[in-house]
Structure formats: C-alpha cells, structure tokens
C-alpha cells in the first residue's frame, strides 16, 4: 500500500508570494492533517479534514488555508509568505483521524521563503 | 498548562549499548502517550503508544516504553541500538478524554547519534 505522498519536497518562495502544497493520503484513509515544524517552535497542528470538510483548527492566522476534495487528497495554501513561514510541513493521514487509529505521516515539504 | 518535556536535547551513544530517552509530561487528565521517531528528511513514523492496560508498551525496531503515572513519565528504551537508530525522537501527549490529533502535544524531540 503506498504511503504519504507530499509534492513539492523542496520550494523556495519570496515574501509576500503565495504558496500550495499537496498531499496524497494513504488509500481509504479520510482523515488528512497539516503540521509545521521548525526548529523553534516545533511541531504545531495547522488543521484537520475529513470528508472534505475542516474539522479542527490550530493556532495560525487566517493567511493558512486548506482545503480536500472528494478523494481525500489535501491541500493547504501559504498567502503573503512571511519569512517566520520557513518550515518543514508535514502532512498526515489516518482512518478516521481518531487518536485511537494511527497517523501516517508524508515526507513533508520543506519550504523556505527568502 | 498541558506540556511536555524531552531533557535531553541531544544524546550520543556507541551502537550495541542500550538507550533510554526521557520524556515527561504535565497533562490535567488521564493521558495517551505516543512516541515518534523521525529521520533525516522524512516525516515521522509511530513507535509505540499507550492508552490503557499495561505499562510497558512494546513497539516496532525493538522498542519499548513504561509509564509512570506517578513519575508523569514516559521513557523510551531499546536494549541494544543500531547505525540506523540514529534519527530524531518525539514524545507526544494527548487526552483520553480528546480523542482527535489536534490536541496532541509533541515534545521538543531528542536527538540521536549512533557511534560505530
């Protein structure tokens, strides 16, 4: 079964541009969360969908979107980059995005905004 | 306030000997506890979780993990560590009584070398 899949894996952005990154859930699985990790703040929840619909929200501004459409793949979206965007963003996927099922989690995609 | 702790930033150990990552936790309700394990360039991967039950919890690569509810503790430990062992650990904490992701906590992470 294949994994996680997460395009670009590498994109390098200027401030002030606009910024989409895709994930492909594992087959079936209808629960896809977005994490950013850095160095400093560490791993932060961004949000959550399930069924196309987002179910819960983390502490980001509202310049971070997402969006899944009716195949479970993801996709979030980075509006007026700022250079405190410079993460590694994770993508996950699990059954039903219940604690008690187990999250896969994509290569991430390591994005630098300069 | 909900937090998790991982006191070790970094740890080196020669392979073959044995490890033990600590990870502590300040949590209002009965917890879940998780332990990840990321390499270089990849997302992470579960080692092993804790709902209920017993204890000491076993996990893949020859993993295992106690709770210590009276420690508020969650150390993770193999016996005997390999090259590929080398990577960056995450504990990771959430509630019983909230069940979805976006109320898991990660700790800082642990990072591990692996001396030939």
């Known amino acids: 079964k294949a994994g996680v899949t997460q395009t670009p894996r590498y994109l390098i952005k200027t401030r002030g541009q606009q910024v989409t990154l895709s994930c492909s859930p594992i087959?079936?699985?209808?629960?896809v969360s977005w994490y950013q990790q850095t160095p400093g703040q560490g791993l932060q929840f961004l949000f959550e969908?399930?069924?196309?619909?987002?179910?819960n929200k983390g502490n980001f501004p509202g310049r971070f979107s997402g969006r899944q459409f009716s195949n479970s793949r993801s996709e979030m979206n980075v509006s007026t980059l700022e250079l405190g965007d410079s993460a590694l963003y994770l993508c996950?996927?699990?059954?039903?995005?219940?604690?008690?099922?187990?999250?896969?989690f994509g290569p991430g995609t390591r994005l630098t905004v300069l | 306030a909900q937090s998790v702790t991982q006191p070790d930033i970094h740890i080196t150990v020669s392979e073959g000997a044995s490890l033990e990552l600590r990870c502590n936790y300040s949590?209002?309700?009965?917890?879940?506890l998780f332990w990840y394990v990321q390499s270089p360039g990849q997302g992470l991967q579960l080692l092993l979780k804790?709902?209920?039950?017993?204890?000491l919890v076993q996990g893949i690569k020859g993993f295992e993990a106690e709770f210590k509810r009276s420690q508020s503790s969650f150390n993770l430990r193999k016996p005997s560590v390999h090259w590929s062992d080398a990577a960056e650990y995450f504990c990771?904490?959430?509630?019983?009584?909230?069940?979805?992701?976006?109320?898991?906590?990660f700790g800082p992470g642990t990072s591990l070398s692996v001396i030939p």
């Open positions: 996950a996927s699990s059954s039903t995005g219940a604690t008690t099922d187990t999250q896969y």
């Open positions: 087959s079936g699985h209808r629960s």
């Open positions: 969908y399930f069924s196309e619909t987002q179910r």
């Open positions: 949590y209002g309700a009965t917890p879940y």
């Open positions: 804790y709902f209920s039950g017993d204890t």
């Open positions: 990771a904490v959430g509630a019983q009584t909230k069940t979805s992701y976006d109320k898991v906590i």
